[in-house]
């Protein structure tokens, strides 16, 4: 079933799709799903194992299954310091 | 753990860590740096989300102060526009001897470099611009 979600990007992600936010319909299952689908959709091709996602503001595993109403963050490959 | 734009001032950090009990005080400064690799750096752009920064700082902190004997421990990560020589993060930590105080320094920088949703770009001399670990992924990790 099609699930609203909020996805949310940062930095290089930010700037490939062109905005911060968006509400989107998915069949995606999980958080690793979603990430595939939207980088077909925004020209994306960061390898998966350098990024990381969280829902609803904690950090999550990509194989965390996403329900109707949730709020994904996707961060491209962290460099602090 | 705090992350924001304001300017870091070491000394005042620091004397947040005195402590009696202390024999020893540790401390990382992150500094803007004028190369990387290959390429003329100009200044540096942060970016964090700050919500689970801030909250996967405090773990990271925590997880030191379980594994080392610390009697103290700070850190400050800054956002937004850094020119060259500014300092980036700060690390600070204060025990009864110098050995813990080394080494949950050396943690707590670590892990904040690779766990916290901090990003930076680059602004190159040549006018271009680049985010760290992404488009050179090749090198990443």
Same mark, same amino acid.
């Not at chain 2, 947040?16 to 024999?23: Q, R, S, W």
């Given at each position: 079933m099609s699930k609203s979600i909020t996805v949310r990007y940062f930095a290089l992600f930010r700037e490939h799709a062109g905005i911060g936010e968006e509400q989107i319909d998915s069949d995606a299952l999980t958080a690793g799903d979603l990430f595939a689908e939207l980088q077909d959709r925004h020209g994306s091709s960061e390898p998966l194992g350098h990024c990381k996602v969280a829902i609803n503001d904690e950090m999550a595993d990509w194989g965390a299954a996403l329900k109707d109403g949730d709020t994904v963050l996707l961060f491209p490959p962290v460099a602090g310091g | 753990m705090q992350i924001g734009a304001a300017r870091i001032d070491p000394d005042a950090l620091r004397r947040?860590?005195?402590?009696? =009990? =202390?024999?020893a005080y540790v401390s990382f400064e992150g500094w803007i740096r004028n190369r990387n690799e290959g390429h003329d750096v100009l200044r540096l752009e942060y970016e964090a989300y700050d919500l689970i920064a801030v909250k996967e700082g405090e773990k990271v902190i925590a997880e030191a102060r379980e594994k080392y004997a610390l009697l103290q421990a700070h850190c400050v990560h800054r956002t937004g526009l850094l020119e060259l020589g500014e300092c980036a993060v700060w690390v600070g930590v204060s025990s009864a001897h110098r050995d813990e105080a080394f080494q949950a320094c050396r943690y707590i920088i670590d892990q904040v470099k690779v766990r916290l949703p901090v990003w930076k770009k680059e602004h190159y001399v040549d006018g271009h611009s680049g985010w760290v670990n992404c488009e050179r992924c090749a090198a990443y990790g």
């Open positions: - | 947040e860590l005195f402590d009696h =009990a =202390a024999g």
